[in-house]
């Protein structure tokens, strides 16, 4: 059964009057001149698998708005899904405000999608009609039971500030002008070449540093110069990862030409999605070194030729201002 929903902003009864405490609302907890969208809570209509129950899921119980609509659901609300003809079909569910009836009606919905994960492109945007508001993207699978994957769409509004989970939001947040923090990487939607519009990514949160874990062959190193390096780390500002310290062998070594050795590695969710770029050349015992980071969080370098047996604390690999984009 559709779990009710207490709405203000629509069109007022004498049952539904648009009073004090609606405003107050309207201007807090559901603040709906912060953004066109938004939940309140990190809980507020959270989209979860419903287990044992086929091609089902749950919508928690909260409150959220959607242009100029203030909505709040008294319990959790279940939907099911149509199976999948074909391969996997990704749904879209929604927050559909329908203002044609006397006093306006919102209700969750199941927007049918596509095999592209992305929101529908059924989904209808029209205030002051019918307007959509996507929560999650539903990933159901041929001859699948259980839905395959639900993506969070849903963003949080504030203060000045946008906040989503799954860059899939900027599909829907998407007004020229419009500034999200998605992860830790804050974008905006800007006009480029010809007003076409385009996102860019303008900052974001500083995470790190988290250390190092260096191959059994190494240690963090000091240098000559008047400060001392750090040890070995990594952080991320954005989309901006960057290294810092020093590593060097603790027992002698001699390494192969065109060779790659891991000397360190570091947690994944600061790795590039693809190798890096190598770094520039840098000179290592006086041999050319090639250094470059891995998705799996590895950094690994390599020598053009062989570089015969060297004493310990001959080969020294500074990491400082190293670094990738994500």
């Given at each position: 059964?559709?779990?009710?929903?207490?709405?203000?902003?629509?069109?007022?009864?004498?049952?539904?009057?648009?009073n004090e405490d609606a405003?107050?609302?309207?201007?807090?907890?559901?603040?709906?001149?912060?953004?066109?969208?938004?939940?309140?809570?990190?809980?507020?209509?959270?989209?979860?698998?419903?287990?044992?129950?086929?091609?089902?899921?749950?919508?928690?119980?909260?409150?959220?708005?959607?242009?100029?609509?203030?909505?709040?659901?008294?319990?959790?609300?279940?939907l099911q899904f149509p199976?999948?003809?074909?391969?996997?079909?990704?749904?879209?569910?929604?927050?559909?405000?329908?203002?044609?009836?006397?006093?306006?009606?919102?209700?969750?919905?199941?927007?049918?999608?596509?095999?592209?994960?992305?929101?529908?492109?059924?989904?209808?945007?029209?205030?002051?009609?019918?307007?959509?508001?996507?929560?999650?993207?539903?990933?159901?699978?041929?001859?699948?039971?259980?839905?395959?994957?639900?993506?969070?769409?849903?963003?949080?509004?504030?203060?000045?500030?946008?906040?989503?989970?799954?860059?899939?939001?900027?599909?829907?947040?998407?007004?020229?002008?419009?500034?999200?923090?998605?992860?830790?990487?804050?974008?905006?939607?800007?006009?480029?070449?010809?007003?076409?519009?385009?996102?860019?990514?303008?900052?974001?949160?500083?995470?790190?540093?988290?250390?190092?874990?260096?191959?059994?062959?190494?240690?963090?190193?000091?240098?000559?110069?008047?400060?001392?390096?750090?040890?070995?780390?990594?952080?991320?500002?954005?989309?901006?990862?960057?290294?810092?310290?020093?590593?060097?062998?603790?027992?002698?070594?001699?390494?192969?030409?065109?060779?790659?050795?891991?000397?360190?590695?570091?947690?994944?969710?600061?790795?590039?999605?693809?190798?890096?770029?190598?770094?520039?050349?840098?000179?290592?015992?006086?041999?050319?070194?090639?250094?470059?980071?891995?998705?799996?969080?590895?950094?690994?370098?390599?020598?053009?030729?062989?570089?015969?047996?060297?004493?310990?604390?001959?080969?020294?690999?500074?990491?400082?201002?190293?670094?990738?984009?994500?």
């Amino acid at each position: 059964m559709p779990v009710q929903f207490i709405s203000h902003g629509y069109d007022t009864t004498a049952l539904n009057p648009y009073n004090e405490d609606a405003w107050g609302e309207a201007h807090s907890d559901s603040p709906i001149g912060s953004a066109r969208y938004g939940v309140s809570g990190p809980g507020d209509w959270k989209v979860s698998i419903v287990a044992n129950a086929d091609r089902t899921v749950s919508i928690a119980q909260g409150s959220g708005w959607g242009c100029g609509i203030t909505d709040e659901t008294d319990g959790n609300e279940t939907l099911q899904f149509p199976p999948s003809a074909s391969g996997v079909r990704w749904d879209t569910v929604a927050v559909r405000r329908d203002w044609t009836p006397t006093a306006g009606v919102s209700k969750f919905v199941i927007i049918p999608g596509g095999s592209t994960r992305a929101v529908s492109g059924s989904r209808v945007t029209g205030p002051g009609q019918i307007d959509e508001q996507p929560i999650a993207l539903v990933a159901i699978k041929e001859n699948q039971t259980q839905p395959d994957d639900v993506v969070d769409l849903r963003c949080w509004a504030a203060n000045g500030g946008v906040y989503a989970k799954d860059d899939l939001a900027r599909q829907y947040i998407n007004q020229v002008g419009s500034m999200v923090t998605i992860g830790d990487t804050q974008w905006q939607l800007v006009l480029g070449e010809n007003d076409t519009p385009s996102w860019v990514v303008i900052g974001g949160a500083f995470r790190g540093p988290s250390p190092l874990t260096l191959n059994g062959n190494y240690r963090h190193i000091g240098t000559h110069l008047t400060e001392p390096m750090k040890d070995g780390a990594v952080s991320r500002s954005g989309q901006s990862v960057s290294l810092e310290g020093g590593v060097a062998n603790k027992v002698p070594i001699q390494y192969l030409a065109n060779t790659a050795y891991i000397i360190a590695t570091f947690d994944k969710s600061y790795a590039p999605k693809v190798n890096s770029a190598p770094f520039p050349q840098t000179i290592v015992g006086l041999y050319q070194c090639q250094m470059w980071a891995t998705p799996a969080g590895e950094i690994r370098v390599s020598f053009k030729v062989p570089v015969p047996e060297q004493a310990i604390g001959a080969m020294v690999f500074p990491l400082s201002g190293l670094g990738w984009n994500q």
